[in-house]
T-cell receptor, first 114, second 113 residues
């Protein structure tokens, strides 16, 4: 069965420091992948997506992610974190073979210290 | 218009009440979704409508009844809920039910007393 793993429940970084949030998936075929961000009590906002092509994708708010097929990973990165980036981040994966149903990881809560 | 609008933002109901959550989009999307999100958990898919027909029901209890009156509207009718149904209910839409980006609404926070 398909699964999405975000191994870090919480991450704390200093403002201005770099950030990497990990996402690993287990799918039988080439999936498509997303990163969403959620502020407390709010809906989910799309940061970036990967369907095919260039494995390094750029998103909004200065985020990027790299698809590594050999590692079944789609890690999210940002070179310099801002206090407003504090939120919960969800990796999500879908595939036509599974009815295009998105499966979300458990989420990573990002805290930013000044 | 690139938004999904959900009403109400907050709802408190008793276990014998009947209420409805509403969702609206004007992006011309033909797939609409209901997700349930418990505190500190990821969203879980409940229902998918594709071209106004129910295409996926993730074994959701019958006390939750979805309805898609037209391509822009999605309702979730609630009846005889349990306290454990308290959660954030998220609506989303996408161009179709294929491999597409989901646009989420801000959610309806439901509390069942």
């Amino acid at each position: 069965a398909q699964s999405v793993t975000q191994p870090d429940i919480h991450i704390t970084v200093s403002e201005g420091a770099s950030l990497e949030l990990r996402c690993n998936y287990s799918y039988g075929a080439t999936p498509y992948l997303f990163w969403y961000v959620q502020s407390p009590g709010q809906g989910l906002q799309l940061l970036l997506k990967y369907f095919s092509g260039d494995t390094l994708v750029q998103g909004i708010k200065g985020f990027e992610a790299e698809f590594k097929r050999s590692q079944s990973s789609f890690n999210l990165r940002k070179p310099s974190v801002h206090w407003s980036d504090a939120a919960e981040y969800f990796c999500a994966v879908g595939a036509p073979e599974y009815g295009n149903k998105l499966v979300f990881g458990a989420g990573t809560i990002l805290r930013v210290k000044s | 218009d690139t938004e999904v609008t959900q009403t109400p933002k907050h709802l408190v109901m008793g276990m014998t009440n009947k209420k409805s959550l509403k969702c609206e989009q004007h992006m011309g999307h033909r797939a609409m979704y209901w997700y349930k999100q418990k505190a500190k958990k990821p969203p879980e898919l409940m229902f998918v409508y594709s071209y106004e027909k129910l295409s996926i029901n993730e074994s959701v209890p019958s006390r939750f009844s979805p309805e898609c009156p037209n391509s822009s509207l999605l309702n979730l009718h609630l009846h005889a809920l349990q306290p454990e149904d308290s959660a954030l209910y998220l609506c989303a839409s996408s161009r179709d039910s294929g491999a597409n980006v989901l646009t989420f609404g801000a959610g309806s926070r439901l509390t069942v007393l």
